[in-house]
C-alpha cells in the first residue's frame, strides 16, 4: 500500500508510523511524501526518526550500528533516517536521557532554521517580482513560500518549547 503524507513534524510523523503499524501495515519505503507499507503483525514495530548530524558522513557505519542494536535502518531522506525495531524486544527510544533529547531537538531545530532562512529570502524576492509584475503567478508562488515559511517557523517554535521543557525538567 502507498499513502502520500506530509509532515514537518517529526513526533507526528512517528505517531502516525506507529499507528499505521498498529494497524498491521508495517513502513517499507520513503520517497518524497510517497510512503510505502506492507502487511504486518498488528504493532509488530516500534519507529524512530533520527536526522544525522551530516550527511556527508559514512551511512553504512550508521546502518551497521544500528543494525548491532537490533534497529533496522528502512529508509532514508537526505540527512533523515527513519528507523524501525521490533516491538516484541522491547521500547524504542533512540534518545533517553533529557541531554541527548536536547541536542537531537537543537539539530532539528538549526536544520529548519536555516530552511527558514532560506525561505524568507525566497519569500522576499517572489514578493518583490509579484509587486513589480502584478503577475498572478508569482502571487500564488509567494503564497505557497509563504504558507512553507510558517509551516517551518511553527516547527522551530515546537522545537524550542521542547528544548526549554526539557531544561526545566531537568532542572527540577
Known amino acids: 500500500m502507498r499513502k502520500f503524507k506530509l509532515f514537518y513534524d517529526k513526533d507526528t510523523e512517528e505517531d502516525w508510523l506507529k499507528e499505521m503499524s498498529l494497524n498491521g501495515w508495517a513502513f517499507k519505503k520513503f520517497f518524497l511524501g510517497m510512503y ?21 558522513g559514512n551511512k553504512d557505519d550508521y546502518a551497521r550500528f544500528m543494525e548491532d542494536t537490533g534497529v533496522e535502518v528502512i529508509s532514508q531522506w537526505w540527512r533523515w533516517v527513519y528507523l524501525r525495531k521490533k516491538a516484541a524486544d522491547g521500547p524504542f527510544e533512540m534518545y533517553t536521557d533529557a541531554q541527548s533529547k536536547i541536542a537531537h531537538y537543537t539539530r532539528i531545530m538549526k536544520f529548519f532554521q536555516i530552511a527558514l532562512v532560506i525561505e524568507m529570502v525566497c519569500f522576499v524576492m517572489e514578493l518583490m517580482a509579484t509587486i513589480e509584475t502584478g503577475n498572478v503567478f508569482f502571487g500564488i508562488f509567494t503564497g505557497v513560500i509563504a504558507v512553507v515559511a510558517v509551516a517551518m517557523l511553527k516547527i522551530v517554535w515546537k522545537c524550542k518549547w521542547k528544548i526549554e521543557q526539557l531544561k526545566r525538567e531537568e532542572n527540577g
Open 36 to 56: 510505502t507499507f506492507e502487511p504486518c503483525e498488528p504493532g509488530e514495530y516500534n519507529y524512530q526518526i533520527d536526522l544525522l548530524d551530516n550527511w556527508n
